[in-house]
């Protein structure tokens, strides 16, 4: 096969001989498996070493065998996986093994999620005490708890898989319980209550109390249900427990943020700060904006507002450790680009695959009204000034905990006298009425009309704004925090 084919192939490809030996490859091959031309003449579990020598020739072997493609998944790292299709090609006496290379990292994590939801979920079934179905989208029953079997008198072998009508002969297509899976439950998430009477040809006549909730996975696309029979004061109960749980960790992340973004209003020599953070008006967790303002030496401040993705307990942890991690490393790094680069090490190797952080971080030295920042993923830095109006000041870098080599640059930028900087989170900009959001150009024509006021009126103003844009409430958190020259 020619390069020039090879390489208009959209998946990573490597040719090899049955001795694993290394003929030719694609430059997507190159990339994914860091592979080159000194590579070859020699075999790819040499030079990858996460591809098992007597694996790869057993699979070998298999596929000369089979006459046909035969696929493998490859683990190459704590969270990367690799699909490997092999095809060998007969070439008179002799094969040539062609190797088809798909990165699935996503696929298998999803699946491994999906198989930690579901051991989670099959627990709680299992301890429930009354009957308990969890269905699927499609109504089919994908778990049932021993209580269930045991009234009704069926096996977890006659009834996991099947849809729920065709139980037991067909003895769940009950009309009103049609109606409440499939007309009520998709437009109300829950039903509660809701009295069935039925003549069920093993147990004969009952009269059920049907309890319904959806659930929602949103990192696996699934949606459940849960649909409990008959007695539910224990399952209420439950479900009670689970939302007192739920409770304790909000007022534990409620207390924690709140001991750390109590709102800022100092004076730095001729500079003042004032920061404040408001939380969503429509949900529930606690979110992970936080902003900060330290002391480093005489005359040197270090500036800091970030926001944690995720809400809850974990983005309230996570905050505290950014924030005071921040503070350490600003002591031992010089510039904001180091303080950023350390960071991000340590949050990829300690912050679960989902969650990241953007991050404004900035060292002001007050006698010579310098200021050196590093964005980290942050909105953009606004600075105003009567005589020159707005400015956006770049905002370049990856976001923080994502991608362990990752580097930030730094920025510096002269403070004139009554210079305003501006530093906000996303729940500012993202504000949105009818699909059309606040964004930064929003905010600078705010700026213009009110960048002389005071700063507690400024930051009034810009989170009035936000409320207005989205209709009357702020959907998200935000955090501002105000730095002007005297």
Not at 194 to 209: N, W
Request: hydrophobic share 40%.
């Amino acid at each position: 096969m020619s390069q020039g084919l090879l390489n208009k192939l959209d998946i990573s490809v490597v040719l090899i001989t049955t001795d694993l030996v290394l003929i030719d490859y694609n430059d997507s091959a190159a990339s994914l498996l860091g592979i080159d031309e000194s590579c070859i003449g020699t075999t790819l579990p040499a030079v990858c070493p996460s591809i098992k020598q007597s694996l790869l020739s057993e699979w070998v072997s298999e596929a000369i065998e089979a006459e046909q493609c035969i696929s493998r998944d490859i683990q190459t790292g704590d969270r990367e996986w690799l699909e490997l299709r092999i095809f060998a090609d007969r070439e008179d006496d002799d094969y040539k093994v062609i190797l088809a290379f798909e990165d699935v990292s996503d696929r298998k994590l999803n699946e491994l999620h999906f198989k930690d939801a579901s051991s989670y979920s099959e627990s709680i079934v299992q301890t429930v005490r009354e009957p308990l179905l969890v269905l699927d989208s499609n109504l089919r029953v994908k778990d049932a708890n021993r209580a269930f079997c045991k009234m009704f008198r069926v096996t977890e072998e006659e009834t996991i898989g099947q849809y729920i009508y065709d139980l037991g002969n067909g003895q769940w297509n009950i009309p009103r319980l049609r109606i409440l899976l499939e007309e009520i439950l998709p437009n109300a998430t829950q039903f509660n209550d809701f009295e069935v009477e039925y003549d069920f040809p093993t147990i004969g006549k009952k009269t059920m109390l049907l309890n319904a909730r959806q659930l929602d996975w949103q990192s696996e696309h699934l949606r459940l249900i849960l649909l409990a029979i008959e007695d539910i004061t224990e399952q209420q109960s439950a479900i009670q427990k689970l939302e007192e749980a739920y409770e304790r960790q909000r007022i534990i992340a409620d207390t924690l943020q709140n001991a750390l973004i109590s709102d800022i209003d100092k004076y730095l020599q001729n500079y003042h700060v004032f920061a404040t953070y408001r939380p969503s008006s429509t949900t529930a967790g606690v979110g992970g904006d936080f902003y900060d303002v330290v002391v480093i030496s005489e005359g040197i401040y270090l500036i800091v507002v970030g926001d944690v993705s995720g809400k809850g307990l974990e983005a309230a942890v996570y905050t505290a450790m950014c924030k005071y991690m921040l503070r350490a490393y600003a002591q031992d790094y010089s510039s904001p680009s180091n303080i950023l680069a350390q960071l991000n090490r340590t949050l990829a190797s300690e912050m679960p695959e989902e969650m990241f952080v953007t991050i404004f971080c900035g060292l002001i030295e007050v006698t010579n009204h310098k200021l050196v920042y590093a964005s980290g993923g942050h909105e953009p830095l606004l600075k105003y000034n009567r005589a020159s109006g707005v400015e956006v000041l770049p905002a370049q870098g990856q976001a923080v905990g994502v991608f362990p080599k990752a580097t930030y640059d730094d920025v510096e930028v002269q403070i004139n006298p009554n210079d305003l900087l501006v530093v906000y989170t996303d729940g500012i900009t993202e504000a949105r009425n009818e699909g059309q959001m606040l964004g930064i150009e929003g905010l600078s024509k705010l700026l213009t009309e009110v960048g002389d006021l005071d700063e507690q009126h400024i930051s009034s103003a810009i989170f009035d704004l936000a409320i207005e844009t989205n209709g009357g409430a702020l959907k998200d958190d935000a955090a501002v925090m105000l730095i002007r020259r005297q």
